[in-house]
T-cell receptor
């Protein structure tokens, strides 16, 4: 089945530690996105990539980094510079901006 | 438990009745709109979309209405079922970005 796979489902971060969230899609979509979801708020865009080897900052990129070395993969690193990392992180992909985004089932990140 | 959906407006509907979920969008340049459904612990799932050259679009048990004059979008779910219980949110797309609403929780009464 085609879709987006995020792993792990739950992740814990220690003080000063970087952690990487995985996102893989087999939909052959060019565009991929990372969002952060907090209670009572809409999805907020962290980073997006419209093509391999290129990505752009979203609205809340500080403390995060990404790479897009392959079309299928768009990993997100939450660095120690992100002081409030506890959230539900969602990855999505689409054929383009004006097309529906398809989401993975998220990774919940918590602080130890 | 899943904390997404706390502090959201809630719509309670009797099983079998129709549900209407509303969304006010912000950007008059938005020309594409999407409704998503998010169940607890899962990612958002595409339900239906509509472009600005249309006022209404129907899917299976769902209808989306667009009123560009007052920048209002609604999602109608016919014969609401227990499996419809979720958070629903709209998204608007002006130019090259997407803006998500905060969502409404749909609660089904037995």
């Amino acid at each position: 089945d085609g879709g987006i796979t995020q792993s792990p489902k739950y992740l814990f971060r220690k003080e000063g530690q970087n952690v990487t969230l995985s996102c893989e899609q087999n939909l052959n979509h060019d565009a991929m996105y990372w969002y952060r979801q907090d209670p009572g708020q809409g999805l907020r865009l962290i980073y997006y990539s419209q093509i391999v080897n290129d990505f752009q900052k979203g609205d809340i990129a500080e403390g995060y980094s990404v790479s897009r070395e392959k079309k299928e993969s768009f990993p997100l690193t939450v660095t120690s510079a992100q002081k409030n990392p506890t959230a539900f992180y969602l990855c999505a992909s689409s054929k383009g901006w004006n097309q529906p985004q398809h989401f993975g089932d998220g990774t919940r990140l918590s602080i130890l | 438990g899943e904390s997404v959906g706390l502090h959201l407006p809630t719509l309670s509907v009797q099983e079998g009745d129709n549900s209407i979920i509303n969304c006010a969008y912000s950007n008059s340049a938005s020309d594409y709109f999407i409704w998503y459904k998010q169940e607890s612990g899962k990612g958002p799932q595409f339900i239906i979309d509509i472009r600005s050259n249309m006022d209404k679009r129907q899917g299976q048990r769902v209808t989306v209405l667009l009123n560009k004059t007052v920048k209002h979008l609604s999602l109608q779910i016919a014969a609401t079922q227990p499996g419809d219980s979720a958070v629903y949110f709209c998204a608007e797309i002006p130019y090259d970005k997407i803006i998500f609403g905060k969502g409404t929780r749909l609660h089904i009464l037995p």
